[in-house]
């Protein structure tokens, strides 16, 4: 299939478009709802896999517009929303918004081909990807197991998103430190969650715990709690990091 993905974590559109083209899916990567949009101009997809809190257009805010195109034509591209954002009310939200499948993050493998496979109109079969390395790897701050499990044995994908990751770290932080003095509540939300959905993707569980705590503060408004876990994803960080130059010998981080 031609697939449209909206998602603007890094992290997570690397993983995803790697994943579907292993599927030989062709895939076309926008950073928001806007670019979505403007990709969908030029040509059109199969399918559309879209994530709901995006800079620029949010992911609702792109699917309404998508829906309103087709309004009279008699198409109907399937949209199917990858969200982190598991709270009471979002999945029918995204349903009235004109989603036709609703997938939380971080989003496994076969869950998303299902779907894709339902929409393109064949049987999905058993996944024959193979099960990954049954590679053990002690570590408080990063289940690579399961991470490697979540890359399907790819261990050169694995590799590269954690190189990704540790590049992206030092800008990431500092846009957080610079919300937060800002009082920027609503941009400290959305870096928190950033970094929440990035450290997911690579099992890493202490980060993403404290930047969905951030996220979680960040939304109340509580910038004195804020301070104090910021603080604590930094401690995080600096605990994961070195398990990257562990894993990782040869890159520069």
Excluded: W
């Excluded at 697939?3 to 478009?17: G, P």
């Excluded at 101009?41 to 709901?52: C, F, H, K, Q, S």
């Excluded at 195109?69 to 399937?78: I, N, Y």
């Excluded at 998303?112 to 079969?125: C, K, P, S, Y």
Aim: aromatic share 4%.
């Amino acid at each position: 299939m031609k697939v449209l993905l909206a998602e603007d974590n890094a992290i997570n559109r690397k993983l995803a478009t790697k994943l579907l083209e292993k599927y030989g899916h062709a895939v076309v990567s926008t950073e928001n709802g806007r670019e979505a949009l403007d990709a969908l101009e030029r040509e059109p997809a199969d399918a559309i896999l879209m994530d709901v809190q995006m800079p620029v257009m949010d992911g609702l805010e792109a699917i309404r517009a998508i829906r309103a195109r087709e309004e009279g034509s008699g198409a109907r591209t399937p949209i199917i929303v990858l969200t982190a954002h598991a709270m009471k009310g979002d999945r029918e939200r995204c349903f009235e918004a004109g989603a036709d499948e609703y997938l939380t993050k971080p989003v496994r493998t076969h869950e998303l081909l299902t779907a894709l496979d339902r929409f393109n109109g064949r049987r999905n079969g058993e996944n024959t990807g193979g099960r990954p390395p049954g590679e053990k790897y002690m570590s408080n701050a990063m289940n690579i197991a399961a991470a490697l499990e979540r890359v399907e044995g790819d261990r050169e994908l694995l590799d590269e998103l954690m190189r990704l990751f540790a590049e992206e770290c030092p800008r990431s932080l500092a846009e957080i430190r610079k919300a937060f003095e800002a009082r920027d509540a609503h941009l400290l939300e959305r870096l928190a969650h950033t970094m929440k959905g990035s450290s997911a993707s690579l099992c890493a569980e202490e980060v993403s715990e404290a930047a969905l705590a951030l996220e979680k503060q960040a939304h109340s408004g509580d910038f004195e709690a804020a301070r104090e876990q910021i603080h604590a994803l930094e401690i995080k960080l600096e605990r994961l990091l070195p398990e990257f130059e562990t894993l990782l010998p040869k890159a520069v981080l």
